[in-house]
Every structure is written in C-alpha cells, then in structure tokens.
C-alpha cells in the first residue's frame, strides 16, 4: 500500500512539474504582448521604437541577495565598482566603515573570510530565545506579561514540532523514492550503456527476457515517462530529499546557529562595521539570477540580455540559505543607499520579524534619500493582505508607508487564465503590480545560464524597468518612478487562476492594486509625457 501511494504521489509531483515545465518563448520577460503574443515586458520594443538614438545616464541598482559571481561573462561589465577604494590593500580607503569593497559589501561573511552558507529560519531563532527562558516554567507562576510571552513560547514550539515533522516525513519520502528509481535507471543503464539518454522509444526496445529486475526496472520509469517525466527529473529526487534533510539541519534545528562566524554582536542592532568584502559567498546563484534580469550585457553577443543597458549593479550580501536577519537587511539597505544606489532589490521574505523597527528605519532613511525599494512578494500562493510577511512598506505603528517601496507579484508567460503565477503571493492591497516571474533564463555563476521562477525573478524584472526609467529620465525621483510604473500598468481584463488554489477563478484585479503588470513601453510613453516637470500627479488609493 505504501509503495503504491508513493508512486501515485511521485506520478501527481511529476505531472505538475511537467505542466509548468512547458518550455516559455526565450527571453519572453523582454517581449511584447502583441508583437510577440506573449505578455512580457516590452522591453525589446521599448528601445526599438521609443529609446533609439536616445542618450541616458549610469544608475546604480542595489541587489540585496545571496551574492553574485561578479566574474561571470554578462556580468562583469556591468559591476558597481567602488572607485574610492583601492583593491586589496587592506584599507578602508574611502572612509565609508568598509575595507576593500570594490563591488559591494558581505554582511554574513567574518573578517577571517569565512562565510555563512546556511541559517535557521527567524521562527527557529525566536523559538531558541524565549526556549531558554520558559522551558522550565511553570504558567502558574508567571505575570501576566511572562505569561504572554510563554503563550507565544509555546505556539512557536509547536510551529517547530511540526514542521520537523513534515520535513522528516517527506525527506524519508524523497529518499526512498530515490532509492527506487535509482535501482531502476542503475538496471536500464547496465543494459542500454550509461551514455544511452532514455526514453520511451528506448524503453520500448528492450528485451528483458527473463531478467525480473531489468522487466520491473522498465515498468517503472515508463509509468513516469508516460506522464512527461524525463530522467533529469528522476535524479532531481534526491536534491528534494537533500532539501528536506536541509530544513532538519538548518531550518528548523534550534541546535545551529552559524552567527559566530560573523563575530558581530548580533544583539546590537546598531553595529553597522561588520563582514567582509566576499559579495560571491559559497552560493551565489540566486543573486547572480536576479543581476542578470536586472541588467546582463545588452551589448554582447553572449548569453542573454537583461532589461536596463545602462546600470551598474552592487552586490550586497545578506541573505543565506534561510532566513535574512533584520539587522542584516537594514545594515545592507544603508550601504546601498550610502554608496550610491537609486534602486535597491530585495528578493528575499518571511513570516517572523526580529527587529522590524531596525529595517523600518533602514526603509525610511532610503525613502528620505530618494531611493526605490523593490520588493518580491513571496512564493506561498498566499494572501499577503491576510498574513503579514517581513519586510514590507507598513512601519511598525502601520499607521504609514514607505513611499518608495513596490511590492512586486509573479506573471506566468501562459497568459490567459494561467496569467498569474500558481505560487505568487498577492493581495488587492499589500502587492502593487504583477512582472514576470515564472521561467526566466538568466545568469547563474561560472558562466552559465539556467531557468528560475519566483517572485524572486519577478521583482528584478520590475527593478530593470524603473533602472530604464532613471537612465533616461533622470530628473525623475523614485517616487514619480513608483507611480508612473503603477498609472502604466497593462490591466489583465480575464478571469484568472487565484495562486495557491487550483481552479479558483478571481479577477486579476483582486490579486493587486493595479490589476496589471510591468510595461516598459507603456512606463515610458508615460515617463516621456512628465519630463520636465517637477512634480508627477499621479495617485492610487490603497484598496
């Protein structure tokens, strides 16, 4: 019975995967809706009809993230680099607290070089303060306010409980079925050759005579391969079971805390003069992702091209392998805003905050200083209008909103009752427009080039279109930015999937407060309309 469910469970897993598998029109996040039947960003069309022969200026783009391999061959043309500060000579030669920070700074890096790859998420970290205080209380005994406190204590216990439970369940899963497939590609394999790619037509070829191994082995994969399944998606098996084993090990595990290897006094948040200059740091795919979107060599032959040709992008490393801690990200968002960025990008989220109040002043000293703060929604196909997720635009009194802060929901390329993304975050209020954020190819370290998906990829995408707008309307400020890429939004008019759900159908303009997407184009035009003008008018009421 087991086995049987595990493989109905695999087939449904596969299915799915298949089904957002389809292959998207290369480079569909730059095309055009109507030139190119495809609701991208029009980004092509933008510099074909309305940019050409037009001048703009540099604009540096902030990407707060897991890192970026600055050497990688679209990339490395495009880098911040700090012009004040001489390389590798030890010394903080422009004054600004850091030491050698050529291409950005590394806020979860020691200044040994060391460098933290993985960390707790922040219900793990909160869990382990107040487990130290209320382990061995007794209720009875405590005040009023203790006893709030050994409430929350104990409802975040049971969020870790269950949690491990989950990721033990579903890493022993993964494992298993690991284990069988491998058995049954090891037995095909020592039959057609290692080298053999297989298929269905392979599979249909072989004799397994009385081989019960091999005969069971190639039943197997052809139920997988009949649902679309490929071989790659076999051996992804046991990256999902690595995943799992990951949120045992880190996630969830109150024994590991990798702070140490910072050596900051985590408790301060007012020390701002810590980490090191390693804005690669042991993973730095997701940031190099999200670079490349925002801004990869137009002007190469090379790889791909992202959405803004005139921006230098700085690395800030602040976000591991879990969740982001507050003290880092307000740390990050000064550097940025100190050191010259107009916009800074922030792909990264989750649903407990440490110190909100240390990020909010972070926010409203770049709002202050005229900076954009673009900011993915998150990838639990939730209602973010309904469950808070951190950071957001609400200060802490929420009684005021960051003026400079776009929060940024995922566009499938499908279109039609697919337009939004299955696993976006949205919300008639809390999310301000939709961008493409499903199947974006873009850079990933040591000279590659892979497929993402994510609000993630989607909020990059938003940042490349308001760079575009910066570099060629310079006189804009970051708020005129904001709302000349909320006024222009392209309305989506059908009924769509509600993300998170499976056929629900909801008008997109339930989903966010424009109810449309990014158009370069359509940015533009807009943006060309206020030149000169010291002041857009330009509003939209919160739902």
């Keep these: ?89 030890g010394k903080d030669d422009d004054g600004n607290g850091y030491i050698d920070d050529i291409h950005g700074w590394n806020f979860i890096g020691g200044a040994d070089g060391k460098n933290v790859a993985h960390d707790n998420l922040e219900v793990t970290r ?39 439970g989950e990721a033990e369940a579903q890493s022993m899963q993964m494992a298993g079925l690991y284990e069988m497939f491998s058995g049954a590609l090891k037995a095909v394999k020592a039959e057609v050759g290692e080298d053999t790619e297989l298929s269905m037509e392979v599979l249909d070829n072989i004799d397994a005579g009385d081989d019960e191994v091999l005969a069971q082995g190639i039943s197997m994969l052809k139920s997988v391969f009949e ?91 602040a976000v591991p392998d879990g969740d982001e801690r507050d003290k880092d990200v307000a740390n990050a968002i000064r550097y940025a805003v100190d050191n010259g960025a107009r916009i800074i990008n922030m792909s990264f989220g989750k649903q407990y905050s440490f110190d909100k109040k240390v990020v909010d002043t972070a926010v409203k000293y770049a709002v202050k200083k005229g900076v954009l703060l673009v900011h993915a929604a998150g990838n639990d ?29 995922a566009l499938s390329w499908e ?71 909320i006024k222009s939004a392209v309305d989506i008019d059908n009924k769509v999937v509600k993300p998170g759900s499976r056929d629900t159908a909801v008008s997109f303009s339930t989903l966010c407060r424009t109810g449309g997407v990014v158009s370069a184009y359509e940015a533009v035009k807009l943006a060309d309309k206020t030149k000169g003008k010291r002041k857009v008018k330009i509003t939209l009421p919160r739902a």
């Design 381 to 409: 196909g939730i209602n973010t209008d309904e469950v808070i997720f951190y950071p957001n635009d609400r200060y802490k009194n929420k009684k005021k909103q960051a003026k400079t802060w776009l929060e940024i929901g």
């Design 126 to 164: 909160l869990y382990r303060d107040l487990h130290k205080i209320y382990k061995d209380s007794d209720p009875s005994q405590l005040s009023k306010k203790a006893k709030a406190k050994y409430e929350e204590y104990r409802a975040l216990k049971k969020v870790i409980d269950e949690k491990r």
């Design 227 to 317: 649902q679309g399944a490929s071989e790659k998606d076999l051996e992804e098996l046991k990256g999902a079971a690595d995943y799992f084993n990951g949120q045992l090990d880190y996630y969830y595990n109150p024994d590991f805390d990798p702070r140490n290897i910072v050596g900051d006094n985590y408790r301060n948040s007012a020390e701002r003069s810590y980490g090191n200059n390693d804005v690669e740091g042991p993973d730095a795919m997701h940031g190099t992702h999200v670079a490349g979107i925002i801004a990869a060599n137009r002007n190469n032959d090379t790889g791909m091209k992202g959405v803004a040709d005139n921006v230098r992008i700085m690395s800030v490393r």
């Design 415 to 485: 279109g039609g009752k697919n337009s939004a993304a299955g696993f976006s975050n949205y919300g008639a209020d809390n999310v301000d427009i939709f961008s493409p954020g499903l199947d974006l190819y873009s850079t990933v370290p040591d000279d590659k080039y892979e497929v993402s998906s994510g609000t993630s990829m989607a909020a990059p995408a938003a940042s490349g279109v308001a760079a575009l707008l910066m570099s060629y309307y310079p006189k804009l400020t970051a708020e005129q930015v904001k709302e000349i890429l």
């Design 1 to 89: 019975m087991i086995q049987k469910i595990t493989m109905t469970l695999l087939i449904s897993v596969i299915t799915i995967a298949c089904i957002f598998a389809q292959k998207a029109p290369e480079n569909w996040f730059n095309l055009d809706a109507k030139q190119d039947n495809v609701q991208g960003l029009s980004v092509e069309k933008t510099y074909q009809e309305l940019l050409k022969g037009k001048s703009s200026q540099t604009v540096v783009v902030a990407v707060i993230d897991s890192g970026i391999d600055a050497e990688h061959e679209d990339l490395k043309d495009i880098m911040w680099v700090n012009e004040d500060e001489i390389p590798n000579n």
